[in-house]
T-cell receptor
Framework: GESVGLHLPTLSVQEGDNSIINCAYSNSASDYFIWYKQESGKGPQFIID?????DKRQGQRVTVLLNKTVKHLSLQIAATQPGDSAVYFCAEPIPRSNDYKLSFGAGTTVTVRA | DGGITQSPKYLFRKEGQNVTLSCEQN?????MYWYRQDPGQGLRLIYYSQIVNDFQKGDIAEGYSVSREKKESFPLTVTSAQKNPTAFYLCASSPGLAGAGNEQFFGPGTRLTVL
């Protein structure tokens, strides 16, 4: 099975509130993690990434936190807006015999209430 | 505009027919990928290619075939051997293989429906 998973399949959040999306991973050797956003009927879009030598990284209205002790990753969205409604995936590179593949979790569907 | 294009956006196929999905990128990326996405599931890797004239099977390659004759093109053929081909197919590319600094950029996807 996949080594990357999300805690909750759905999240409903009031517009203006902060959102927290969680992800658990199992490969302690992973050195890089990515968050993608996928709007309905579209391809995933890169949001933010973080390397394993960091605990926190901030972007525009988004923050990713990495807790290597418990192998947990989270994406925080500040002041959630209607345009944030989408499915959010975390991903990590998984080593294969000669290279890597990107392993995706099942995703969390975020719905923003007006 | 630089990016990845997939065509067509919607595709219908009769059972037993082969069909080819197009993927083109003008990002000058070496690596390209094909994923399949089913409702409520994450992306599953079908095939990937590190360089021209080379490609590798992913996790669910059975019933699919690819070619990489040009750097910018990575077409996927869904053959009649694929038992459950109805899905959303996503193509992606990256400068190199998965890893820091090699984020994958995705196309808009092709929704294939087998009638």
């Amino acid at each position: 099975g996949e080594s990357v998973g999300l805690h909750l399949p759905t999240l409903s959040v009031q517009e203006g509130d902060n959102s927290i999306i969680n992800c658990a991973y199992s490969n302690s050797a992973s050195d890089y993690f990515i968050w993608y956003k996928q709007e309905s009927g579209k391809g995933p879009q890169f949001i933010i990434d973080i390397r394993s030598n960091m605990d926190k990284r901030q972007g525009q209205r988004v923050t990713v936190l990495l807790n290597k002790t418990v192998k947990h990753l989270s994406l925080q969205i500040a002041a959630t807006q209607p345009g944030d409604s989408a499915v959010y995936f975390c991903a990590e590179p998984i080593p294969r015999s000669n290279d890597y593949k990107l392993s995706f979790g099942a995703g969390t569907t975020v719905t923003v209430r007006a | 505009d630089g990016g990845i294009t997939q065509s067509p956006k919607y595709l219908f196929r009769k059972e037993g027919q082969n069909v080819t999905l197009s993927c083109e990128q003008n990002l000058n990326h070496d690596a390209m990928y094909w994923y399949r996405q089913d409702p409520g599931q994450g992306l599953r890797l079908i095939y990937y290619s590190q360089i021209v004239n080379d490609f590798q099977k992913g996790d669910i390659a059975e019933g699919y075939s690819v070619s990489r004759e040009k750097k910018e093109s990575f077409p996927l053929t869904v053959t009649s051997a694929q038992k459950n081909p109805t899905a959303f197919y996503l193509c992606a590319s990256s400068p190199g293989l998965a890893g820091a600094g090699n984020e994958q950029f995705f196309g808009p996807g092709t929704r294939l429906t087998v009638l």
